[in-house]
């Protein structure tokens, strides 16, 4: 996608580092979830073979996940039932791994 290959040169251009999130976990029908998370992770894999980011850890995450079969529009939200995030714990750990102060 354009956008992700735009992303890719800035973040080459100006990062050592980077950390994929694959977002809003919670989206993908449970039943199928490993699959399809699966391929989205081999896909943007491949976007990033090129880069010096290849091999870039992943995480999956659902900041406020909602349970499956929920409905409401976003005025709504309040009212479904939330469930704990999923995935934060592993960012914040890959987060700090990761990143570093400067030395000044």
Do not use: H, Y
């Amino acid at each position: 996608q354009t956008q992700t290959a735009e992303c890719l040169v800035v973040g080459e251009l100006t990062a050592d580092e980077l950390i994929v999130v694959l977002n809003k976990l919670d989206m993908l029908p449970e039943a199928s979830r490993a699959e399809k998370l699966e391929r989205m992770r081999k896909g943007v894999r491949k976007a990033l073979s090129q880069t010096k980011f290849c091999d870039a850890p992943m995480v999956a995450v659902a900041a406020r996940p909602f349970a499956e079969g929920s409905e409401g529009s976003n005025s709504d939200l309040a009212n479904l039932s939330a469930l704990p995030p999923v995935g934060i714990g592993e960012l914040i750990d890959e987060m700090r791994a990761r990143v570093s102060l400067p030395t000044r």
